[in-house]
């Protein structure tokens, strides 16, 4: 029987200019663990000014979305996940190049990314994440939280599922198309 790499990594596209996969240390001991999922320190690209806790049933796709002006942070606690990002920077030289991760609450990491790239999360099981944002939803959700429908296969990444449950606003979602001309010029 094939045993599951439980590792969170990249599994397949590119690694996209200004992206960071950075694997977290979790102390175990007799109690449980601790793990820091945050530090000044650790000199991230990222002004995190709102953290969020998120919880997914299995089978929920969250985005893909898309801002304009703020970074972000995303941490599987517990569960497991698959992220895709595509790079919407027409200046990056990773333009229109994807990425794929597989990550593992087991395995935790940390994925920071830029403002400028679509991103989306499927959860194949029940699972827990944190977030972090550079801009508060108060206010990029007026104007600045777009969205392209996750299975345009213009996207590129080979998502593992074909049946997510989604939002009803992302049910709504424009092709990469559409979503191109109305972020332009960007
Ligand atoms: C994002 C957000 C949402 N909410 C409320 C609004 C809705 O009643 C509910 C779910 O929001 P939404 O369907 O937008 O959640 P996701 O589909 O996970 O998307 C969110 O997280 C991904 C990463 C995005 O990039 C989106 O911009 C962001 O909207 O939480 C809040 O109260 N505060 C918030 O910061």
């Given at each position: 029987m094939e045993v599951e790499v439980k590792?969170?990594?990249?599994?397949?596209?590119t690694e996209i200019e200004g992206v960071v996969l950075k694997k977290l240390t979790e102390h175990r001991d007799q109690r449980g663990s601790f793990t820091e999922i945050f530090n000044h320190r650790w000199n991230l690209d990222l002004d995190a000014v709102q953290w969020s806790l998120v919880k997914s049933e299995a089978n929920v796709y969250r985005g893909m979305h898309f801002h304009?002006?703020?970074?972000?942070?995303f941490c599987l606690i517990q569960g497991k996940c698959e992220l895709g990002l595509k790079d919407m920077r027409s200046d990056s030289p990773t333009y229109l190049e994807w990425s794929q991760y597989e990550l593992h609450g087991e395995d935790l990491a940390a994925?920071?990314?830029?403002r400028g790239l679509l991103h989306g999360w499927y959860f194949p099981v029940p699972s827990v994440h944190a977030q972090s944002v550079s801009e508060s939803y108060v206010d990029y959700g007026k104007d600045d939280n777009w969205g392209v429908v996750w299975n345009d296969p213009d996207i590129g990444v080979p998502w593992t599922f074909d049946d997510p449950i989604v939002s009803l606003r992302a049910g709504d979602f424009p092709d990469l198309d559409s979503f191109k001309k109305a972020i332009a010029p960007f």
């Open positions: 590792k969170s990594r990249l599994i397949a596209g304009k002006r703020h970074d972000e942070y994925l920071i990314f830029p």
